[in-house]
């Protein structure tokens, strides 16, 4: 019940002040700080019924939080190098985790805060007694902000894996968010364990060599630390952290 309450307030102060795009929630671009335990972000395009946004919203929410405590990443990609430069022959990756208990999971959460803006809807979800009342409703502008210094380089600390994914700018704004974060997982599947294979041909005029990247890793209890959005340059950048084991 006290996840229904708190689903209940988050939509009627939501949907009670507009959106703007280049403004996002506090805890959506400063997730690994709140400092709550285990918590995860849904986002969904906007919709024309708001309230169908914010379920939706909050299933993927429920989702990502199965998601981060065990994900397995697998597959590949290749590349052709040539004395004329190295080409990308195309990649085939797959994610695999426990879609089956979102719901489940979702029973035992409480929706901490939902927001919506011109570029999407997003859900925060976690223990229903995790306190963010000093965030809740918080909205931080990246116009004129300055990019944080994770997009450049990677932040360093004893005892824990990290990764940025990126992403270009696409017409819906949340297709964007999604590749980033998947880009981040596959990238902290690299940090983990990566195995390359070669083969090389050389003739007496040409050397070439095709690379094959394949992973085969789980990744568990990884968090989103923090995400950023570069208005100039039209890309979108998320960080993860994961203990290592």
């Avoid at 290749?78 to 208990?101: C, H, Q, V």
């Avoid at 502008?141 to 600390?157: D, F, K, M, Q, Y």
């Amino acid at each position: 019940m006290a996840a229904v309450r708190v689903f209940s307030l988050a939509i009627a102060l939501a949907f009670a002040r507009p959106g703007v795009c280049q403004e996002y929630p506090h805890w959506f671009l400063f997730q690994g700080g709140i400092g709550c335990g285990k918590i995860a972000v849904g986002f969904v395009n906007p919709a024309f019924h708001a309230d169908s946004a914010a379920a939706l919203a909050v299933r993927c929410a429920c989702e990502n939080y199965v998601r981060q405590s065990a994900v397995k990443i697998s597959g590949g990609q290749s590349f052709w190098a040539t004395e004329a430069g190295t080409y990308w022959m195309g990649a085939d990756f797959s994610e695999e985790y426990d879609t089956l208990s979102g719901s489940e999971v979702c029973a035992h959460l409480g929706v901490l805060d939902a927001v919506a803006t011109a570029g999407g809807v997003f859900a925060l979800v976690g223990s229903p007694e995790c306190d963010v009342s000093s965030i809740r409703g918080k909205m931080i502008s990246i116009v004129g902000n300055s990019p944080p210094g994770w997009i450049e380089r990677l932040p360093s600390e004893r005892g824990s894996h990290f990764a940025v994914g990126i992403a270009p700018q696409y017409f819906y704004e949340i297709s964007s968010w999604v590749e980033a974060e998947q880009a981040a997982r596959r990238n902290l599947a690299r940090a983990v364990h990566t195995t390359m294979k070669s083969i090389q041909k050389q003739t007496t005029t040409e050397a070439q060599e095709v690379r094959h990247e394949e992973l085969s890793v789980m990744l568990r209890d990884y968090q989103v630390v923090a995400r950023w959005r570069d208005m100039k340059r039209q890309i979108f950048y998320v960080l993860l952290r994961m203990p290592i084991n």
